[in-house]
């Protein structure tokens, strides 16, 4: 790979697959969207940097061919599958609960606060458990990853490598500075009560999902 268009095409090939895996509207975007709303920008960029880690495990994974934990996520596949479904219902019936928003805090020049170091914390762990218990995710890279190297050899050196897994996570990464940035745009022209209504909205869609999950992944543990 010596070529400048393969460099051009490795780096806006990982961004393309990093911007496809986070764009499905999902729990994760309802919750970084969420988040948003009730905090401000920062906190639900850093909720979206916790699945753009989770994305970053899955494409090292698939760039460097770590077969090993592939297979170990395909012989979890179920007990990760239980596993986000009951992170899905806990966090849902969690949201609906409160959904009243907290008092939004603003700094001296109105700006909003981003809220505690803890709260920031649980914004980028919850995202990230969701996207790593995720099989789906997995299958995802491995598709996404096959079909590149048609275009262009990524294998071919550690560096290649590397810098598609970076572009990857850039390009997740700019998905949910977009999303988050936009939502932030409209967050002034939102009330109190449109925001609980919003709040309880995505609490039951986060739910449901969540039993969706559930009753796949019993399913397929009865037919095995």
Not at 65 to 86: K, P, T, Y
Not at 140 to 164: E, P
């Amino acid at each position: 790979m010596t070529a400048g268009m393969d460099w051009l095409t490795l780096i806006g090939g990982g961004l393309v697959i990093g911007l496809l895996v986070a764009a499905p509207i999902g729990p994760v975007n309802l919750i970084c969207i969420r988040r948003t709303l009730s905090y401000g920008q920062l906190n639900g960029f850093l909720a979206g940097l916790g699945a753009a880690l989770g994305d970053g495990i899955f494409a090292v994974a698939a760039g460097f061919g770590v077969r090993a934990v592939f297979q170990l996520i395909e012989d979890m596949g179920v007990i990760l599958q239980l596993a986000g479904a009951g992170l899905l219902i806990f966090y849902g019936l969690r949201v609906f609960i409160y959904a009243t928003p907290p008092e939004i805090m603003r700094n001296p020049d109105g700006s909003i606060q981003s809220g505690s170091v803890g709260d920031l914390a649980a914004a980028f762990a919850s995202t990230f458990a969701l996207t790593i218990t995720n099989p789906a995710t997995m299958l995802g890279f491995a598709a996404s990853f096959a079909g590149l190297r048609a275009i262009v050899d990524f294998q071919s050196s550690t560096l290649a490598t590397g810098v598609l897994v970076l572009s990857v996570l850039g390009g997740s990464a700019l998905w949910w500075f977009v999303v988050t940035a936009i939502t932030g745009i409209f967050h002034k022209t939102i009330g109190p009560q449109t925001l609980k209504i919003m709040n309880q909205g995505s609490g039951l869609l986060i739910f449901a999902t969540g039993l969706v999950f559930l009753g796949y992944a019993v399913w397929q543990r009865v037919l095995a």
